[in-house]
């Protein structure tokens, strides 16, 4: 059976949070936090007979993980993201001033980084680490490079905010280039805010990128 994906968005920027299972074994998984995305995220989940193993944090903005305690806590289950998001997960701050909503600490479980993999049921996920909008920002592709669960990378016809204290032009550039070469143009782009895109429907752009 193929992989179930279910979008939760929620939180003052519309964050986007996804459910993604392996329907034969009922694992499951959540990529991101959301702000007040848990009850939802946990309900949909009992609802379908599925089990949340892995939290998978894509990077450590404030919108991608205010409710990363909560979840952890509802859900007992462990919470994953790069080397670099370690420290700021248990010390959350802002970019932007004042965090507009509460954002817990909450302690990493286990690492993820580049080529490392993230197991769901008969399914295997391999981690991309991804710097350009936050030097901690990690994404996951399936075996079968279908979906690219993308975090603030890559967007319809945009990529992440790279004014952001830790983001780089050139090297979201080089991050960009890089999924355009790695992966087919029919990869699903599963991003942090707003509509699923593919690489194929981003690549023209991203072709033609310069240096900042
Ligand atoms: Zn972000």
Known sequence: MPLEIVTFVGGPVQTNAYLVADPETGAALVIDAPHETTDQIVAEAASR???????VITHTHWDHVADAKAL?????AP????????????NPTSSFGMLPVEVPPVATDDTLDEGDTVTLGGYTFTVMHLPGHDPAHIALVDENKEFFLGGDVLFPAGHGRTDLPGAEQA???????????????TT?????????????AEAPWIRILREP
């Open 72 to 76: 952890k806590e509802a859900t007992g």
């Open 49 to 55: 007979g599925w089990t949340i193993s892995q939290i």
């Open 188 to 200: 699903a782009v599963l991003p942090g805010h707003g509509a699923p895109t593919t690489i194929g």
């Open 79 to 90: 919470l994953l993201a790069h080397p670099l998001a370690v420290d700021p997960l248990v």
């Open 171 to 185: 090297v979201m550039n080089a991050t960009l280039r890089r999924l355009v070469a790695e992966l087919p143009g």
